[in-house]
């Protein structure tokens, strides 16, 4: 992977020190902008805001994560920064269809690596 394609920002996360994030379920959530994060968050529960620390992350950052198992929740558009830089790495992904919210009016794209087995 190209240092440039690496340092790429995708979105936020959030999480309270020392390193508890943000997720949804067992996925770290990844927002496009840090107020779309915060209304994340206060839709949860409004208290939790303060208590939340927010980073950007970027592309390597995400690769390296679900190299190592990790479980990612992407907003819109976080998922649309996110998806043509992981074709190009051979991630299988494509363009998602974000019409519907989910019932909670959350509505992420949830990426992990296949387990093998």
């Known amino acids: 992977m190209s240092v440039e394609r690496a340092s790429k920002v995708i979105g936020y996360f959030a999480y309270v020190p020392p390193m508890e994030a943000f997720c949804d379920g067992d996925a770290c959530v990844i927002a496009g902008s840090e107020a779309g994060l915060l209304e994340y968050i206060a839709a949860r529960d409004p208290r939790d805001v303060k208590k939340n620390k927010i980073k950007k992350t970027?592309?390597?950052?995400?690769?390296?994560?679900?190299?190592?198992?990790?479980?990612?929740?992407?907003?819109?558009?976080?998922?649309?920064?996110?998806?043509?830089?992981?074709?190009?790495?051979?991630?299988?992904?494509?363009?998602?269809?974000?019409?519907?919210?989910?019932?909670?009016?959350?509505?992420?794209i949830r990426v992990q690596a296949k387990s093998r087995t």
């Open 58 to 108: 970027r592309f390597g950052e995400i690769v390296r994560g679900i190299g190592l198992g990790a479980a990612y929740a992407f907003d819109e558009d976080a998922y649309n920064r996110f998806f043509p830089l992981a074709q190009e790495e051979g991630f299988d992904l494509g363009p998602e269809d974000f019409s519907q919210p989910s019932p909670t009016g959350m509505h992420f």
